[in-house]
């Protein structure tokens, strides 16, 4: 792992953020500029005056002053300095453009399970709907592990740690379907089961009836609802109740965000009455819920169709569509590899406090290019009239050259002790 964040701290210091390709292009026309005031430098100051040797002097005292060192060095200087602080902080930029673009995010949009929340989910009750004893409870749960079996999504996982709890052996399983963003199917000796939540249900032509109320009851307390069902009988026979605790940073991590004037977006596929809980407790502007995963990244597109430059927030399989349809992603390293690897941006620790931190480097890291790029522009309007009619000797103009590049090496260098 050390060296993979290593070769994408060095790909992000070796890349050309947008401004630096500006800064390319003015100085293509700034060098031949400079060569025909010197030109000219020479010509009025030493052959028609017949002063040929200062002539050439202040000539070359105009070369020496308009060397665009300083020019060249002001965005990638800023660009290292930017890069280490975030490194420093547990957060790994794959490129100078990710960076630059950072500064500019007005919306962030994250996903619930693993980002804001711990991502392990604990399965807390499980309630056998035909018979209300704990017998029918387990026979159930032991059912559902079925399914789950050799699933690696987090509700599965909790699923089949609560079962080898309670020492149950499933029974096995054939013909398993997963059904990206409702659950899973699959063959038991007793017949077709379904393991998934509401819309899997409706998809089959079952309907809650008297469970509705307790699974809302459930849900509005903050809980996942998921129902285990049998498929060709058409029958509920037990409902999952699951608990995800809230990352302790996580409503700090809002509130920084809307203090740096960024509203904040939740996208998950879970319920809405879950998912709108974890919202107006940690103070979330919007929620998206019950998102099935192919459409994460049309509800991006549509915020960027507004006029919205998006961050996504994600660490699984499922968010990399989204993450790459953002303006910028930002992966969880405690997630997939598939995000981080389409993430323009991966937080190497889970905690959602670092999405304001990436967003705050940014932008101090582009302050500190524009500085530059002003201070580099300032030496040479400054120097360039008076090498020209000169007012500086050649080593008096390679000493303000040096000077210059010094300056904003150093001024990038005060990147180190920002507080982000």
């Not at 040479?380 to 050649?394: D, M, Q, R, T, Y």
Request: hydrophobic content about 50%; aromatic content about 4%.
């Amino acid at each position: 792992a050390a060296p993979r964040r290593s070769r994408m701290v060095g790909h992000a210091e070796a890349g050309k953020a947008p401004i630096q390709r500006l800064a390319d292009r003015v100085s293509a026309v700034f060098v031949p500029v400079v060569l025909v005031i010197a030109a000219l430098t020479f010509v009025f100051g030493g052959l028609l005056s017949g002063q040929i040797e200062t002539g050439l002097l202040h000539a070359v005292a105009v070369l020496v002053i308009a060397c665009p060192c300083a020019l060249g060095l002001a965005t990638p200087t800023a660009i290292m300095a930017g890069t280490g602080v975030a490194a420093r902080r547990g957060i790994l930029i794959k490129d100078a453009a990710a960076l630059e673009t950072a500064h500019r995010l007005d919306t962030v949009v994250f996903d619930k399970t693993g980002t804001l929340t711990e991502g392990k989910p604990e399965l807390v009750r499980i309630d056998a709907m035909q018979d209300p004893t704990p017998a029918a409870a387990d026979a159930a749960l032991a059912i559902a592990a079925a399914l789950q079996r050799g699933s690696e999504h987090p509700l599965a996982r909790a699923v089949l740690a609560l079962a080898e709890v309670r020492g149950l052996v499933p029974p096995a399983a054939r013909e398993l379907k997963a059904l990206p963003g409702r659950g899973i199917g699959g063959e038991l000796p007793q017949g077709r089961y379904l393991l998934g939540n509401t819309q899997l249900l409706e998809q089959h032509g079952i309907g809650l009836g008297a469970h509705a109320a307790r699974a809302q009851a459930a849900m509005n307390a903050g809980h996942t609802v998921s129902w285990l069902a049998h498929a060709d009988q058409r029958r509920i026979e037990a409902m999952l109740i699951f608990s995800d605790r809230i990352k302790p940073a996580a409503q700090a991590a809002i509130e920084r965000l809307h203090a740096q004037g960024v509203s904040t977006v939740l996208l998950s596929g879970d319920n809405r009455a879950a998912a709108t809980r974890v919202a107006r407790e940690l103070g979330i502007d919007d929620v998206r819920a019950e998102v099935l995963p192919h459409e994460k990244a049309a509800h991006i597109a549509e915020l960027r169709a507004r006029g919205k430059t998006v961050g996504m927030v994600g660490d699984g399989i499922n968010d990399a569509p989204a993450l790459a349809a953002a303006d910028i992603g930002l992966a969880m390293g405690s997630g997939s590899d598939v995000a981080m690897h389409v993430a323009g941006i991966t937080l190497m620790r889970g905690d959602p406090a670092l999405v304001a931190q990436a967003i705050a480097v940014s932008r101090q890291t582009y302050g500190k290019i524009r500085q530059n790029l002003f201070w580099a522009f300032a030496f040479n309007v400054v120097g360039i009239p008076l090498a020209a009619f000169g007012l500086l000797s050649p080593m008096l103009a390679g000493g303000a050259m040096a000077f210059s590049s010094v300056f904003v090496v150093s001024n990038a260098l005060l990147l180190r002790r920002a507080q982000v």
